[in-house]
């Protein structure tokens, strides 16, 4: 199985400054034409949400603030300037090949 | 409008069975490959498993974790997805959600709310 290890575990973040979430993959997760890795934003009883499809596609509706981007094996989740409302726990995800695994997340707090 | 709405949860004994649902609406299901994905109290989020859709025969995956435990089906007249969980253990305690998943392959886009399932004596 593909291990996807995220980093920081958790990190505090100023409001308006950037925050930059890692997630490494034990193999590449990546064709010359796409990245198969997902980055989802989740906030305490709520269902994940998708920001960012195929590392660096930013979903429909999602604030440009949130940006994605790598390849291969390590994938990067940015947001800036951070919001209040971005308190959360972020995920990543790959569908490479099965099983599917995510990340162990990273909690963003807002300072 | 896209919905997902699970049911089914509850608390059942160690070794015991639950069959969970997932009532959908707003797309056309056939279409679709569902996911099943569960994260306990405070931890990750974990897939278990999906079912394909129509143009690659209802076919079924599973993690390790849940193979041979777990089934996928779905009531394609009905829009309904299920997870029968049998032989439960305490560590099968999570809060579980359906997703819409795709054959491109491209993330869980459409969530449900979540059931959540306890198992304990």
């Known amino acids: 199985d593909i291990v996807l290890t995220q980093s920081p575990a958790s990190l505090a973040v100023s409001l308006g400054q950037r925050a930059t979430i890692s997630c490494r993959a034990s193999?590449?997760?990546?064709?010359?034409?796409?990245?198969?890795m997902h980055w989802y934003q989740q906030k305490p009883g709520q269902p994940p949400k998708l920001l960012i499809k195929?590392?660096?596609n930013l979903e429909s509706g999602v604030p440009a603030r949130f940006s994605g981007s790598g390849s291969g094996t390590d994938f990067t989740l940015n947001i800036h300037p951070v919001e209040e409302e971005d308190t959360a726990t972020y995920y990543c995800?790959?569908?490479?090949?099965?099983?599917?695994?995510f990340g162990g997340g990273t909690k963003l707090e807002i300072k | 409008e896209v919905k997902l709405v699970e049911s089914g949860g509850g608390l059942v004994q160690p070794g015991g069975s639950l069959r969970l649902s997932c009532a959908t609406s707003?797309?056309?299901?056939?279409?679709?490959?569902m996911s099943w994905v569960r994260q306990p109290p405070g931890k990750a989020l974990e897939w278990l498993g999906f079912?394909?859709?129509?143009?690659?025969?209802?076919?079924?995956e599973y993690s390790a974790s849940v193979k041979g435990r777990f089934t996928i089906s779905r009531d394609n007249s009905q829009s309904i997805l299920y997870l029968q969980m049998n032989t439960l253990r305490a560590e099968d305690s999570a809060t579980y959600y359906c997703?819409?998943?795709?054959?491109?392959?491209?993330?869980?886009?459409?969530w449900g709310q979540g059931t959540l399932v306890t198992v304990s004596a």
């Open positions: 995800q790959h569908s490479w090949e099965i099983p599917w695994t």
């Open positions: 195929y590392a660096s």
């Open positions: 193999q590449s997760v990546s064709t010359s034409s796409y990245s198969y």
């Open positions: 707003g797309f056309t299901f056939t279409d679709y490959y």
């Open positions: 997703a819409r998943d795709g054959a491109l392959r491209e993330g869980f886009a459409y």
């Open positions: 079912i394909r859709n129509k143009a690659n025969g209802y076919t079924t």
